[in-house]
C-alpha cells in the first residue's frame, strides 16, 4: 500500500492551459496558504488565492462560446477525471482536498498527522469509492480511503450551520484549523465547527470557480479581519441553482432562432434574465459576472 506521503508528492505542479480536455487522471495545484492563515497582509493573501482560482478554472475547463464564461469538460460515458488543490505553508503541504473536473462535486480530502491520528485520505459517502478508484488508477497500485459517515454535497448542511459560517479572514484561518484536524468521533460542537470549515474550505475552492459571484465575496472575505460578514445569500443560491444555471444558459446558446436568448427568463432571487449576456454581465450591474457552466448539463 503506497504512502500517503508519496501520494502528495508524485505529481509535479504544471502549468495550467486553456483548454483542459486531458486524459491526465489527476491535476494537482498547489495554493500557498502562509500569508492568509500566517498573519500577513491580505494584499498578499489576494494574489496567492487568485492564482490557485485562476489555475483551478483551466484545469476543469475550457472558453464557452463568445460569452464571458467558461465550461467544465463533458466527458463520454463515466470517464472521470479530479483536481488536487493541495494546502501549503512555506513549502510544507498541510492538506489537500479533492474534487471531480467536470461536476466540481468534493469527492473527499486528506489531512496531515496530527495528535490525534495519522495521515489519512478520506472519502464522502457518496464517493469514496470513487477517490479510491482514481488514486489507485493514477497511482498504478492500491490507495486506501477512509469512507466518511455523511454525504460531501455541502447544500444539505442545516441552515443553522449556514448561519453561523462567516466569510472572513480569521474565519479562514479558523477553517483551515478545524478542517484539517477532523476524527471520526467528534463531540457535536466540534462537527458543528468542522461543517462550518468544510464550507469556508468549499467557497475559497469549488464555490469560488464556479462564478465570480462567489469569487468577489472571497475576495473581500479576504480583506476582512474582524467584522462578522455571514455567507451571501445571494452567492448560496447562484450555488445551489449551478446545475439548472448551467443547463439553462446551455439551451440560449443552442438557440438557432435567436443565439444567446432564452426561450423563457431565468429567475435569481426574483431577478429575471432573458439572455446569457444579461446573466453574465457585471455584479454591479446586477448580473453574476463570469460563471464557468456544468457541461453535461443539457
Same mark, same amino acid.
Given at each position: 500500500?503506497?504512502?500517503?506521503?508519496?501520494?502528495?508528492?508524485?505529481?509535479?505542479?504544471?502549468?495550467?492551459?486553456?483548454?483542459?480536455?486531458?486524459?491526465?487522471?489527476?491535476?494537482?495545484?498547489? +495554493?500557498?496558504?502562509?500569508?492568509?492563515?500566517?498573519?500577513?497582509?491580505?494584499?498578499?493573501? =489576494?494574489?496567492? +488565492?487568485? %492564482?490557485?482560482?485562476?489555475?483551478?478554472?483551466?484545469?476543469?475547463?475550457?472558453?464557452?462560446?463568445? &460569452?464571458?464564461?467558461?465550461? #467544465?469538460?463533458?466527458? /463520454?460515458?463515466? &470517464?472521470? =477525471?479530479?483536481?488536487?488543490? !493541495? *494546502?501549503?505553508?512555506?513549502?510544507?503541504?498541510?492538506?489537500?482536498? &479533492?474534487? $471531480?473536473?467536470?461536476?466540481?462535486?468534493?469527492?473527499? *480530502?486528506?489531512?496531515? %498527522?496530527?495528535?490525534?491520528?495519522?495521515?489519512?485520505?478520506?472519502? *464522502?459517502?457518496?464517493?469514496?469509492?470513487?477517490?479510491?478508484?482514481?488514486?489507485?488508477?493514477?497511482?498504478?497500485?492500491?490507495?486506501?480511503?477512509?469512507?466518511? /459517515?455523511?454525504?460531501? $454535497?455541502?447544500?444539505?448542511?442545516?441552515?443553522?450551520?449556514?448561519?453561523?459560517?462567516?466569510?472572513?479572514?480569521?474565519?479562514?484561518?479558523?477553517?483551515?484549523?478545524?478542517?484539517?484536524? *477532523? #476524527?471520526? %468521533?467528534?463531540?457535536?460542537? !466540534?462537527? =458543528?465547527?468542522?461543517?462550518?470549515?468544510?464550507?469556508?474550505?468549499?467557497?475559497?475552492?469549488?464555490?469560488?470557480?464556479?462564478?465570480?459571484?462567489?469569487?468577489?465575496?472571497?475576495?473581500?472575505?479576504?480583506?476582512?479581519?474582524?467584522?462578522?460578514?455571514?455567507?451571501?445569500?445571494?452567492?448560496?443560491?447562484?450555488?445551489?441553482? +449551478? =446545475?439548472?444555471?448551467?443547463?439553462?444558459?446551455?439551451?440560449?446558446?443552442? @438557440?438557432?432562432? @435567436? /443565439?444567446?436568448?432564452?426561450?423563457?427568463?431565468?429567475?435569481? %432571487?426574483?431577478?429575471?434574465?432573458?439572455?446569457?449576456?444579461?446573466?453574465?454581465?457585471?455584479?454591479?450591474?446586477?448580473?453574476? $459576472?463570469?460563471?464557468?457552466?456544468?457541461?453535461? !448539463?443539457?
Amino acid at each position: 500500500m503506497v504512502s500517503l506521503l508519496a501520494i502528495m508528492t508524485s505529481i509535479a505542479v504544471t502549468t495550467p492551459v486553456a483548454q483542459a480536455d486531458t486524459t491526465r487522471i489527476r491535476t494537482r495545484i498547489e +495554493w500557498d496558504i502562509a500569508d492568509l492563515i500566517g498573519g500577513g497582509f491580505y494584499l498578499q493573501a =489576494r494574489p496567492a +488565492w487568485r %492564482n490557485m482560482l485562476d489555475r483551478v478554472r483551466s484545469a476543469v475547463g475550457h472558453h464557452y462560446g463568445p &460569452y464571458n464564461a467558461g465550461e #467544465t469538460e463533458d466527458r /463520454p460515458g463515466t &470517464y472521470t =477525471r479530479m483536481v488536487e488543490v !493541495a *494546502f501549503t505553508f512555506h513549502g510544507r503541504v498541510d492538506g489537500a482536498v &479533492y474534487f $471531480d473536473s467536470e461536476s466540481l462535486q468534493m469527492l473527499g *480530502f486528506w489531512t496531515p %498527522n496530527g495528535s490525534n491520528q495519522p495521515a489519512t485520505l478520506w472519502g *464522502f459517502s457518496n464517493t469514496h469509492r470513487t477517490l479510491r478508484d482514481l488514486m489507485s488508477q493514477d497511482m498504478g497500485h492500491p490507495v486506501a480511503v477512509q469512507e466518511l /459517515p455523511f454525504s460531501g $454535497d455541502f447544500l444539505n448542511l442545516s441552515s443553522s450551520v449556514f448561519q453561523h459560517t462567516l466569510l472572513t479572514r480569521g474565519a479562514m484561518t479558523r477553517g483551515f484549523t478545524n478542517f484539517w484536524h *477532523f #476524527t471520526p %468521533n467528534m463531540s457535536s460542537t !466540534a462537527q =458543528r465547527l468542522w461543517q462550518e470549515a468544510f464550507i469556508v474550505i468549499w467557497q475559497l475552492t469549488v464555490g469560488a470557480a464556479t462564478s465570480d459571484q462567489v469569487a468577489g465575496d472571497v475576495w473581500s472575505g479576504l480583506a476582512q479581519t474582524t467584522a462578522d460578514r455571514p455567507l451571501p445569500d445571494r452567492s448560496l443560491v447562484v450555488e445551489e441553482q +449551478w =446545475r439548472s444555471i448551467s443547463r439553462w444558459v446551455h439551451r440560449a446558446a443552442d @438557440n438557432r432562432e @435567436n /443565439p444567446g436568448v432564452g426561450r423563457s427568463p431565468f429567475a435569481i %432571487n426574483g431577478q429575471n434574465y432573458r439572455s446569457i449576456d444579461e446573466l453574465l454581465r457585471p455584479t454591479t450591474a446586477g448580473g453574476i $459576472d463570469y460563471m464557468m457552466i456544468m457541461g453535461s !448539463a443539457r
